[in-house]
């Protein structure tokens, strides 16, 4: 998904479109008012009121449109967010074999 914002909401008017590609994994969050949402090949009708969450599920294009005034937020999927590398020792020979790893474990 490529959406650049310089915050972290979007305000839309109300029947104000908004059109999202490639945000599978990706979530919206309805801060205040009521959104619909569409999704390229989906039967469903997902309606968030204020407080409310989807996750977009479906390749292709969705279309989220203000039923009456609105803040919302997209927010990054969990896979794309921040990840903390942690370093696995190697294996050590001893003169009875392989251990796991340096400290023994």
């Not at 009456?68 to 370093?87: D, Y």
Request: hydrophobic share 45%; glycine share 8%.
């Amino acid at each position: 998904m490529n959406l650049e914002l310089s915050q972290s909401e979007l305000c839309l008017k109300p029947k104000q479109l908004l059109k999202v590609r490639a945000a599978v994994g990706y979530s919206i969050v309805c801060h205040s008012g009521q959104v619909w949402i569409t999704q390229n090949g989906d039967q469903r009708d997902i309606i968030l009121g204020a407080g409310e969450a989807f996750v977009f599920d479906r390749k292709g294009p969705a279309l989220v449109q203000a039923f009456r005034q609105s803040a919302i937020r997209i927010a990054l999927p969990a896979h794309k967010s921040r990840i903390t590398a942690v370093a696995i020792p190697a294996p050590v020979r001893t003169g009875a074999g392989f251990r796991r790893n340096a400290v023994g474990v």
